[in-house]
T-cell receptor, first 117, second 111 residues
Framework: GAVVSQHPSWVICKSGTSVKIECRSLDFQATTMFWYRQFPKQSLMLMATSNEGSKATYEQGVEKDKFLINHASLTLSTLTVTSAHPEDSSFYIC?????????????FGPGTRLTVT | DAKTTQPNSMESNEEEPVHLPCNHSTISGTDYIHWYRQLPSQGPEYVIHGLTSNVNNRMASLAIAEDRKSSTLILHRATLRDAAVYYCILRQMDSSYKLIFGSGTRLLVRP
């Protein structure tokens, strides 16, 4: 099956700094990528949808100036958490859909655990 | 977004079948029923999906009620590796392809 990778798998940063998380589709071209956030013992919350070459669409309540998403190619999307604070500590997961994906299956990355101290 | 209702948790014995129910009474005619599962500290994994007919694949079977207001994910022989949170999601076939996750069912498999 299709593989989606994320880097880094975990990161610790100091409050006020910015962190970039990469999401790559390794063996297929992803026209659409999604970013989710998951707090402990909770479900995944969709943050935004990004289409290659266009601006991301953010879900209600997600600050687009704080969570910068770039989808510059068909295999790479990045999420930058700007001026991170301890409440941004979470598990960030990306997923991707392919070009002609008749099964409409989404392929998920392994997640990035962010801890802000 | 159409809503699904699942039990918070279920338990099963290893090597026995497991039936995970999902209610989706507000489903529309074009909504697909998707199931994903998430093992601890991992990203979700696709399990199966269907529209109207029952579906089988190597991981599981999906039984869809005739009125489509409910469905059941069937694991034919549960293993310890099947212990996960299982999410039943209605996916609208619009251009967004979004998946909106509910709270899911936590499956515990006893050895």
């Amino acid at each position: 099956g299709a593989v989606v990778s994320q880097h880094p798998s975990w990161v610790i940063c100091k409050s006020g700094t910015s962190v970039k998380i990469e999401c790559r589709s390794l063996d297929f071209q992803a026209t659409t990528m999604f970013w989710y956030r998951q707090f402990p013992k909770q479900s995944l919350m969709l943050m935004a949808t990004s289409n290659e070459g266009s601006k991301a669409t953010y879900e209600q309540g997600v600050e687009k100036d704080k969570f910068l998403i770039n989808h510059a190619s068909l295999t790479l999307s990045t999420l930058t958490v700007t001026s991170a604070h301890p409440e941004d500590s979470s598990f960030y997961i990306c997923s991707a859909s392919g070009l002609a994906d008749v099964s409409y299956e989404q392929y998920f990355g392994p997640g990035t655990r962010l801890t802000v101290t | 977004d159409a809503k699904t209702t699942q039990p918070n948790s279920m338990e099963s014995n290893e090597e026995e079948p497991v039936h995970l129910p999902c209610n989706h009474s507000t489903i529309s005619g074009t909504d697909y029923i998707h199931w994903y599962r998430q093992l601890p500290s991992q990203g979700p994994e696709y399990v199966i999906h269907g529209l109207t007919s029952n579906v089988n694949n190597r991981m599981a079977s999906l039984a869809i009620a005739e009125d489509r207001k409910s469905s059941t994910l069937i694991l034919h022989r549960a293993t310890l590796r099947d212990a996960a949170v299982y999410y039943c999601i209605l996916r609208q076939m619009d251009s967004s392809y979004k998946l909106i996750f509910g709270s899911g069912t936590r499956l515990l498999v006893r050895p």
